[in-house]
């Protein structure tokens, strides 16, 4: 079976690729990714908020109060200069891509980061916007403008490709898809995960809560590949659901070039890599497949017998299917 697949204008020997996480950390297990069949790896990100400190203070962004929450926050594994002396450690050690991941949500000096990224050796960069507006005199469009910006001031500061990385909660994804690849990303990856915080009822108190992702999350993210997949002419990532063989089919029926698995892989290790690998390569010869290609995308918005299924109807049949 010939697994390869377009990503970010690289030629990947299959479609899978470890997401942004730990396992970049040290090269001897991305070593070890690498050899149970991941065609890239993802590094975890990079913050804003660690970049633009200045002797142990942030650079104030107008729209949050809690900057001090940052300041006493050290929590972070890698610094910036340790993070690009990852990247050379990384390339001169693997042989797949190693995408930089970049995690901001304003304009600002961070974004000078992306130069010194592509210096370090990274093949291609991950924005990934994550954000929280509290500040109910922001108004959406103010939002995506300032998304628009930041992709446009990166992908024109340097050479490698940058995908976008965004989260479902937005008003017009599709609207917003479009215009980031109008501002330069060559890539949108669908979606990043909001790890929420929990209530601590006990000690009163607000607490972060990591949970992994599962299976059900996949569907969110089948319906929005499906709808982008006609409308993008870069390349299409999912992150997060995706836990076993038929999830990667169902991702690249809706349209995705690449899946990005992490929960997957923190539950079983690298050996779960090959168990995908084995799945899809099962799956095409069962159903007389020999390239990716030739399926890619055959039940996306377009190509599928009923698009409605995608939109509002979808929702109406599900709730009128319940009877007492």
């Not at 926050?73 to 190693?98: G, H």
């Not at 349209?255 to 890599?273: D, E, N, R, W």
Request: net charge negative.
């Amino acid at each position: 079976m010939n697994l390869t697949t377009p990503y970010l204008g690289f030629e990947l020997r299959n479609p899978f690729i470890v997401g942004a996480s730990p396992f970049c950390d040290h090269v001897d297990t991305a070593r070890r990714l690498e050899d149970a069949g991941a065609a890239a790896v993802v590094m975890r990100s990079l913050f804003e908020e660690q970049i633009t400190r200045n002797g142990g203070t942030l650079e104030r962004d107008p729209r949050s109060n809690h900057d001090s929450f940052w300041n006493d926050f050290a929590e972070y594994q890698l610094s910036p200069k340790q993070y690009l002396r990852q990247i050379e450690a990384l390339k001169r050690s693997l042989s797949i891509p190693v995408i930089a991941s970049l995690n901001g949500h304003s304009v600002g000096s961070w974004i000078e980061y992306a130069v010194k990224m592509q210096a370090a050796g990274a093949d291609a960069i991950e924005v990934n916007y994550y954000q929280v507006v509290t500040d109910p005199s922001v108004a959406a469009d103010q939002i995506e403008t300032e998304m628009l910006k930041i992709m446009g001031e990166i992908s024109a500061s340097v050479r490698i490709p940058v995908a976008a990385k965004l989260s479902p909660f937005h008003t017009s994804v599709a609207q917003l898809a479009v215009a980031l690849e109008l501002a330069g990303a060559a890539g949108v990856v669908v979606f990043n995960r909001f790890y929420q915080p929990d209530v601590n009822v006990d000690e009163l108190d607000v607490q972060p809560w990591l949970r992994l992702s599962e299976p059900s999350e996949l569907l969110l993210r089948l319906r929005w590949l499906a709808i982008l997949s006609p409308m993008l002419r870069g390349s299409l990532s999912v992150a997060g659901g995706v836990h076993t063989p038929e999830g990667v089919v169902k991702s690249i029926l809706t349209g995705a070039h690449t899946v990005q698995v992490v929960s997957l892989l923190l539950k079983h290790g690298p050996a779960a890599l090959t168990s995908l690998h084995a799945g899809l390569n099962q799956w095409m010869h069962d159903h007389d497949y020999t390239e990716i290609d030739e399926f890619r995308g055959m039940l996306n918005h377009e190509r599928c017998r009923d698009p409605s299924a995608f939109e509002r109807a979808n929702y109406i049949r599900a709730l009128q299917s319940w009877k007492m």
